[in-house]
């Protein structure tokens, strides 16, 4: 179980400003999460393959293919930048 003064540490630790009662409250809220953890973990699970969803479905994607734009220039026209054949964008990264 977990008590009020351990969730006054990870508050500091997460530099949360918590009321006593909002600890109060949390302790609560968790101690209910871990109490059903301990329920979960009464389950007979040895026999049930491991998912990463609860319902089985599949991404449907598309092959990845270079489909050039045939209007390059159009593009380019406006941009509010550019250098030679490329956007010119700010610098957001410093030297490293």
């Given at each position: 179980m977990i008590?009020q003064?351990?969730?006054?540490?990870?508050?500091?630790?997460?530099?949360?400003?918590?009321?006593?009662?909002?600890?109060?409250?949390?302790t609560?809220?968790l101690?209910?999460?871990?109490?059903?953890?301990?329920?979960?973990e009464?389950?007979?699970?040895?026999?049930?393959?491991p998912?990463?969803r609860?319902?089985?479905?599949?991404n449907?994607?598309?092959?990845d293919q270079?489909?050039?734009?045939?209007?390059?220039?159009?593009?380019?026209?406006?941009?509010?930048?550019?250098?030679?054949?490329?956007?010119?964008?700010?610098?957001?990264?410093?030297?490293?």
């Amino acid at each position: 179980m977990i008590d009020q003064e351990q969730v006054h540490k990870v508050a500091l630790l997460a530099r949360l400003a918590l009321t006593e009662a909002e600890e109060a409250q949390y302790t609560q809220q968790l101690g209910d999460i871990l109490d059903y953890f301990d329920q979960l973990e009464e389950l007979d699970v040895t026999d049930v393959p491991p998912t990463t969803r609860a319902i089985d479905i599949s991404n449907i994607i598309r092959a990845d293919q270079l489909d050039p734009y045939e209007d390059r220039e159009a593009i380019l026209a406006v941009a509010p930048e550019q250098e030679g054949d490329f956007f010119k964008v700010p610098k957001i990264l410093g030297d490293t």
